[in-house]
C-alpha cells in the first residue's frame, strides 16, 4: 500500500492533501487543505493539520506526536504576506505541540507542549525543551538546546544528541510501518 490514510484526509476549497510514500495519518487526526507530507510522515493520534488559509509542508520521516497542532497565518491587512508552516526533514515533533507559521529545518526536536510561534525560524539541529515558548520572530540558531518561556539558548547540543535526530526519525519510521501492517490487517480481515 502506498500509505495509510482514513476520511480525515480532507478536501477544502478544492486544496487535497498531497500525501508521499508510505505515510500514516491516523484515524482520529485530521489534515486537510494545502498540506503536503513528504515519505515516511506519520502524523499520529488526534492531531491537527490544518492549511485552510495558507500551506503547510512538513518533510520525509518527521513525526508529527499525539494531540498537536498545526496551523497557519493566513494573509490579511494586518500581514499581507502570512505566514505558513514549513517543517524540514527528520523532525519529531513531541506530543501536544503547536506550531504556527513558522518554518522549522532538519533534523529538530520539537518537545512535548512546546509552542512554536508565527514567522519563527528554528535552523536545523535544533532541540526545543518541552513547555518552551518560541516567540512570534524568533530564530532559533543551529546547535543548540532552547527552553523556557519565552525560550532562550541553553547550550550547545552534544554529537550523542545530534546523532538522535536521525535516531529518533528512523525509530518512528519503523514504528508507523508497524502501524501500517496492523491497520491494513485489520482491514483485509473484515
Known sequence: MKHYTATSVRTF???TPQLGQRVLVDPSAVVLGDVTLGDDVSVWPQVAIRGDMHWIRVGARSSIQDGSVLHI???GPYNP??????IGCDVTIGHAAVL???RVGDRVLVGMGATVMDGAVVECDVVIAAGAL???GKTLCSGFLYAGSPAREVRPLSERELAYFTYSAG???RLKDQHIAELENAAGGK
Not at 81 to 86: H, R
Open 134 to 136: 518560541v516567540t512570534p
Open 13 to 15: 476549497q478544492g486544496m
Open 73 to 75: 497565518t493566513h494573509a
Open 171 to 173: 525509530n518512528y519510521v
Open 100 to 102: 504556527h507559521g513558522c
Open 81 to 86: 504576506e502570512g505566514y505558513p508552516l514549513d
